[in-house]
């Protein structure tokens, strides 16, 4: 097994297939490779769901996936064409509206478009690291407010049901709090901890102040340089390290036809 570095972030993973029943040891490289680059883009893999849920289990406890669909799931397919345009077209980091956020994703292409609807990357480790001292200093006694609500109550309400489910979820996923800088649990490296999605404000600061910091933030962890673009092909799985890591899926293939298939990793509180 080879990892070609891509970018900033990323490499490109050769000489494996991610058949079931992988030796403990091959997984335990693939963890450390990701650890090192953040993403991870493996070819012509043919895997479905239920192998797809079970690779994804090697690493760690499933994440439940508790939005974007009808019932709590492991699987999650997300799937794009004519009907139904792409919505997420914007830097994000996962559930962050969560307590515990998901640790991994690992996304796999079942139909691509002709052109367009590539996934970009960004490195909130670089992010963060190329801050002044000053703001490092002032960041990392920052909290952020974060919500699932925040991005998904205009979806929610197109479900049948949509306001006892609502309900439903602000019951059980209340509003939460995290560190503007978060320390990765197993690198120790800093990153930022913020997304245009579930951020809702920096505690303890006015409207105005927080959303002028929130959206310098924002757009300096979008930086190019900062980032890696992935062009996909049917078969191609993509592994990403949700806790230092934003992600954008491109909405430049609509009308035609998108599928993957997702299954992703629990993750811990956010120090």
């Known amino acids: ?30 963890e450390q490779g990701l650890l090192e680059h953040r993403v991870l883009f493996f070819r ?20 439940v996936q508790p939005a974007l669909a009808h019932k709590y799931q492991e699987l999650l397919f997300l799937e794009n064409d004519k009907s139904k345009p792409p919505a997420l077209n914007t830097f994000h980091q996962d ?31 670089s992010a963060y690291e190329t801050l002044s001292d000053e703001m490092k200093r002032i960041l990392g006694s920052l909290t952020c407010t974060h919500t699932i609500l925040g991005y ?27 560190p503007v800088v978060r320390t990765h649990p197993r690198t120790g490296r800093k990153s930022l901890f913020v997304n245009r999605f579930f951020t809702n404000f920096i505690n303890g600061f006015t409207p105005q102040e927080s959303e002028n910091l929130l959206q310098f933030l924002y757009k300096h962890i979008e930086t190019p340089e900062f980032c890696v ?11 990403w390290d949700n806790r230092c890591t934003s992600h954008y899926a491109l ?7 998108r599928k993957m298939q997702r299954a992703s990793v629990s993750g811990d509180t956010p120090f």
């Open 1 to 30: 097994m080879e990892f070609e570095r891509v970018a900033k972030l990323g490499a490109e993973v050769s000489g494996i297939d991610l058949a079931p029943d992988l030796p403990q040891d091959v997984i335990d490289e693939i």
């Open 44 to 63: 012509n893999q043919d895997l479905n769901g239920e192998e797809l849920v079970d690779f994804s289990r090697r690493f760690g406890e499933s994440f």
């Open 95 to 125: 559930m962050t509206g969560l307590a515990q956020p998901p640790a991994l994703h690992m996304l796999h292409a079942l139909v691509v478009p002709d052109g367009g609807g590539d996934t970009m990357w960004a490195c909130n480790y």
């Open 152 to 178: 998904y109550e205009p979806i929610v309400r197109n479900w049948e049901n949509s306001e006892e489910k609502i309900k439903e979820f602000e019951k059980i996923f209340p509003p939460v709090s995290h």
């Open 229 to 239: 673009r992935l062009r996909w092909r049917p078969g191609t799985l993509a592994i």
């Open 251 to 257: 909405a430049d293939y609509w009308p035609q036809h």
